[in-house]
């Protein structure tokens, strides 16, 4: 069939219809004798009906794999160069009890961005000592607790942030290890607002001022310095800004070595992943090798000893082994005017779900796939729009797709490599309620996070739920 002018250059009719590319798809995705997709073992019509939609589903067994095997890809990489590496899962990307664990069972810290993700991450039972805390305004509260449980690392932001920690440490007698997060300049080839080492904005320090700000956090007993650290932006395939942000970073480190030891190196996270099937992200065992590679190369022509090396990867690990469930309620066709006096119908597919529960295409015009999810179709492909429930134009879940034309009200649809930053960024926009995370694996499916009801939304409704006037925070209580 010939493609609809509409869509864009990179997206093609399909051949097949019914296939799960397996680059976009989690490692278990596969289709049963009447055409339902089957993740970890269970039809999403079986989820369907047992937890409604949308739903956020979770391959347990290929999160766990992904875990597993970027520890071994960056152990393997630096114990050849005669080094260390120790992996840091960014619990940004998604993050529950369950999920906390799974991560510690395979061997990797956890990099917590808030209070709040460092309570899960402590309710959990992680080692404190495996946790680095992040952060560019992380409240005084913050760092105190996060001292006082002992955390293995926190990154200092700012030089305000030295002394902040230092008297937290001091306050609960510790000497806290601290990293020093640097804005290295590199441009990462990625969304504008993914981009964190640009010069103007909010994130680290420039490179210039690293050795005074080192001078200050050596100046305080209550503080050990690690080492530097950069994050250059999030969905990147071009390993390049990497490596140079390495290269920049090293010259200073090695500057740092005149004035005392500097045991790592933690180059952030930010690999890319396939959202959709034009997508060519890297596997994890050739970054790892580049990225250990360029650090010895560059620590050779500057004869220092190679540091350990730290990564902090999470997209790569927990999204592709997510997908969405969404139910379709409405479908219409658009006519298109084209520039040459011709038309172009684009149908747009309206479900149940929408940027409360996936808000990246609307933030960074993020592209996803879809697949009929609940049965077999024979029918020719047609370009769809995937759009929310929401009261916006923007509210769009998928830009461009191809489904089978007789896809309509009550069919189940599944987007893919929905793992990272849905769930987190999950809101109750237009009072919808967030909804549930379901793992499956070997044929079983488990709720790890319980979705939201009407009665949860209400009850933070002071009118609609009255606090009991026991309660200290009540006006009566208080006056």
């Not at 289709?31 to 039809?43: E, F, L, Q, S, T």
């Not at 019509?45 to 597993?68: C, F, Q, S």
């Not at 105190?144 to 932001?157: F, K, Q, S």
Request: with cysteine.
């Amino acid at each position: 069939m010939l493609a609809n002018p509409l869509a864009p250059s990179w997206l093609v009719p399909p051949v097949d219809g019914a296939a799960l590319p397996a680059h976009v798809w989690p490692a278990s995705a596969h289709r049963d004798p009447d055409g339902a997709i089957v993740i970890g073992g269970v039809a999403l019509t079986t989820l369907a009906a047992a937890h409604g939609t949308p739903l956020y589903v979770i391959d347990e067994a290929d999160a766990r794999a992904r875990a597993a095997r970027t520890r071994a890809a960056f152990a393997a990489a630096a114990e050849r160069h005669g080094t260390s590496a120790v992996v840091y899962y960014a619990s940004k990307a998604f993050l529950s009890g369950e999920v906390a664990r799974w991560m510690v069972e395979a061997g990797l810290n956890l990099d917590v961005a808030s209070g709040g993700e460092l309570a899960v991450a402590l309710a959990a039972g992680v080692e404190p000592a495996r946790l680095g805390l992040h952060g560019n305004n992380k409240s005084p509260a913050e760092i105190d607790r996060a001292v006082a449980a002992g955390v293995g690392a926190i990154v200092i932001d700012s030089l305000l942030e030295i002394e902040r920690v230092a008297a937290a440490a001091q306050h609960h007698g510790r000497v806290q290890p601290v990293r020093l997060r640097i804005n290295s300049g590199v441009h990462a080839h990625t969304h504008e607002y993914l981009a964190t080492a640009r010069e103007d904005q909010k994130f680290g320090i420039p490179l210039a001022d690293a050795p005074a700000a080192v001078d200050a956090i050596r100046a305080h007993a209550s503080l050990r310095f690690l080492g530097l650290h950069s994050h250059i932006g999030s969905q990147i395939f071009a390993i390049d800004g990497f490596l140079e942000a390495a290269r920049r970073l090293l010259a200073v480190h090695a500057e740092l070595l005149g004035g005392g030891d500097v045991a790592e190196l933690n180059l952030g996270g930010g690999f890319g992943i396939a959202y959709v099937e034009a997508d060519e992200a890297p596997a994890i065992e050739p970054v790892a090798d580049a990225l250990v590679e360029a650090v010895a190369g560059v620590c050779r022509e500057l004869g220092i000893p190679l540091p350990r090396i730290a990564v902090e990867p999470g997209r790569t690990i927990i999204g592709p082994a997510g997908v969405t469930l969404y139910r379709v309620g409405t479908r219409k066709d658009v006519v298109v005017a084209l520039d040459d006096d011709r038309s172009a119908v684009r149908r747009y597919l309206s479900v149940d779900g929408g940027m409360s529960d996936n808000a990246r295409p609307a933030l960074y015009s993020a592209d996803y796939t879809v697949a009929l999810a609940s049965r077999a179709s024979d029918a020719q492909p047609v370009l769809v729009r995937v759009a929310g429930k929401h009261c916006e134009s923007g509210d769009i879940v998928v830009r461009d797709a191809y489904l089978p034309a007789d896809v309509g009200p009550d069919d189940l649809v599944a987007v893919p490599a929905t793992g990272a930053y849905c769930f987190s960024l999950a809101s109750n926009y237009n009072y919808l309620a967030r909804p549930a995370v379901v793992a499956v694996r070997d044929g079983r499916a488990r709720v790890i996070v319980r979705g939201e009801t009407e009665a949860d939304l209400l009850r933070r409704d002071v009118l609609l739920n009255p606090t009991p006037a026991t309660d200290p925070t009540t006006p009566a209580a208080l006056s």
